[in-house]
């Protein structure tokens, strides 16, 4: 069954609106921070490894955002250009604002912890009016992400692009994707995760971020379809809870709930799973696959990429996706 419908008109199959930044990886893993001294320079933050991981998958993909006016700011656009992606709404600042940096520390494959500097950061400058109405009008599908959401003027910018897509009847995504540290408190933050999602057609969360958007509507035994039946009340078509290691489950109005196969992983680090999942899901969507043969493609992908150092670089293409299920199916430990 089909639950949303991107129009094939557009020239466009993907827009990601948000954080663009700087991953350093640790080199010297399974040791503490503290006693990492050589990192590895990446492209990050969610929507940036989204885009890049939708542009591998081989579609045409664009990105709305403000980088800095320094050599990492210049690093991240030309990386973005590299792999195929349209930067004409990827703004530079001119206020002084700088790249936002990532340090993540891999303790081991399972006890990994990222450090976060978010002080004056461009990507949060991203005003209103700096949004291109004529390129999200393009798109057959935005993503959003909670991230851009924290402080203004990102946040007005975020609605703006929202405003614009459901103008142009593009469909919205929105990766909850949430950092306690750009926030002032649980309660603005349930605001605007509240807003956005009521106008979005697919979900994408922890069972902790959907906790976050239940603050004034609360949901005591942290129930999965009570929280997915809230958003169908409005806009949404899908909504997918992420429960880590037990895997994910994606809702669906009709009530049925969908559940992909988990695959096997020689695992570096934890991050960027989510990331490759959304962007595998995304792509068998848009792809006009099931529910269920889109989640299982966002597994293999996430699978990939947990099994690399690096998140933005790991993203597979499509023929290295199928090529891991494949093999999996072969070994019998898909």
Same mark, same amino acid.
């Given at each position: 069954?089909?639950?949303?419908?991107?129009?094939?008109?557009?020239?466009?199959?993907?827009?990601?609106?948000?954080?663009?930044?700087?991953?350093?990886?640790?080199?010297?893993?399974?040791?503490?921070?503290?006693?990492?001294?050589?990192?590895?320079?990446?492209?990050?933050?969610?929507?940036?490894?989204? =885009?890049?991981?939708?542009?591998?998958?081989?579609?045409?993909?664009?990105?709305?955002?403000?980088?800095?006016?320094?050599?990492?700011? +210049?690093?991240?656009?030309?990386?973005?250009?590299?792999?195929?992606? !349209?930067?004409?709404?990827?703004?530079? !600042?001119?206020?002084?604002?700088?790249?936002?940096?990532?340090?993540?520390?891999?303790?081991?494959?399972?006890?990994?912890?990222?450090?976060?500097?978010?002080?004056?950061?461009?990507?949060?400058?991203?005003? %209103?009016?700096?949004?291109?109405?004529?390129?999200?009008?393009?798109?057959?599908?935005?993503?959003? #992400?909670?991230?851009?959401?924290?402080?203004?003027? #990102? +946040?007005?910018?975020?609605? &703006?692009?929202?405003?614009?897509?459901?103008?142009? @009847?593009?469909?919205?995504?929105? !990766?909850?994707?949430? +950092?306690?540290?750009?926030?002032?408190?649980?309660?603005?933050?349930?605001?605007?995760?509240?807003?956005?999602?009521?106008?979005?057609?697919?979900?994408?969360?922890?069972?902790?971020?959907?906790?976050?958007?239940?603050?004034?509507?609360?949901?005591?035994?942290? #129930?999965?379809?009570?929280? =997915? #039946?809230? $958003?169908?009340?409005?806009?949404?078509?899908?909504?997918?809870?992420?429960?880590?290691?037990? @895997?994910?489950?994606?809702?669906? %109005?009709?009530?049925?709930?969908?559940?992909?196969?988990?695959?096997?992983?020689?695992? &570096?680090?934890?991050?960027?799973?989510?990331?490759?999942?959304?962007?595998?899901?995304?792509?068998?969507?848009?792809?006009? $696959?099931?529910?269920?043969?889109?989640?299982?493609?966002?597994?293999?992908?996430?699978?990939?990429?947990?099994?690399?150092?690096?998140?933005?670089?790991?993203?597979?293409? =499509? @023929?290295?996706?199928?090529?891991?299920?494949?093999?999996?199916? +072969?070994?019998?430990?898909?």
């Amino acid at each position: 069954m089909t639950y949303v419908t991107f129009s094939e008109s557009k020239p466009l199959d993907f827009v990601a609106v948000g954080r663009l930044c700087i991953d350093l990886n640790a080199n010297e893993i399974n040791r503490p921070m503290e006693e990492t001294r050589t990192f590895t320079k990446y492209v990050g933050g969610s929507p940036a490894n989204i =885009a890049i991981g939708m542009a591998r998958l081989g579609l045409k993909t664009a990105f709305v955002g403000k980088v800095a006016n320094d050599q990492m700011g +210049r690093f991240i656009t030309d990386y973005l250009v590299r792999n195929g992606i !349209d930067t004409s709404n990827v703004v530079v !600042d001119r206020t002084g604002a700088v790249t936002g940096l990532a340090f993540t520390e891999i303790k081991s494959p399972t006890d990994c912890s990222i450090l976060m500097y978010r002080d004056n950061v461009a990507d949060l400058k991203l005003a %209103p009016d700096e949004v291109s109405e004529p390129l999200v009008a393009r798109t057959k599908l935005l993503l959003i #992400s909670g991230t851009a959401l924290a402080k203004s003027p #990102s +946040r007005e910018a975020v609605f &703006v692009a929202l405003h614009y897509a459901r103008k142009h @009847g593009a469909v919205v995504a929105f !990766d909850l994707d949430y +950092r306690p540290y750009t926030w002032n408190s649980l309660e603005e933050t349930a605001v605007y995760y509240s807003l956005a999602a009521e106008k979005s057609d697919i979900l994408f969360g922890t069972r902790e971020e959907f906790d976050l958007t239940e603050r004034f509507e609360p949901n005591p035994e942290r #129930s999965d379809r009570v929280t =997915a #039946s809230r $958003w169908f009340r409005h806009s949404a078509k899908i909504v997918v809870v992420k429960h880590g290691k037990a @895997g994910s489950v994606a809702y669906t %109005p009709d009530g049925a709930e969908h559940r992909a196969k988990s695959f096997p992983a020689n695992v &570096v680090k934890t991050f960027g799973a989510g990331d490759a999942y959304a962007a595998g899901f995304l792509y068998g969507l848009l792809r006009g $696959w099931s529910i269920a043969r889109s989640m299982e493609f966002g597994s293999a992908a996430a699978a990939i990429v947990v099994s690399s150092h690096s998140c933005s670089d790991a993203m597979p293409t =499509a @023929g290295q996706v199928q090529d891991y299920i494949a093999r999996c199916e +072969r070994e019998g430990s898909a």
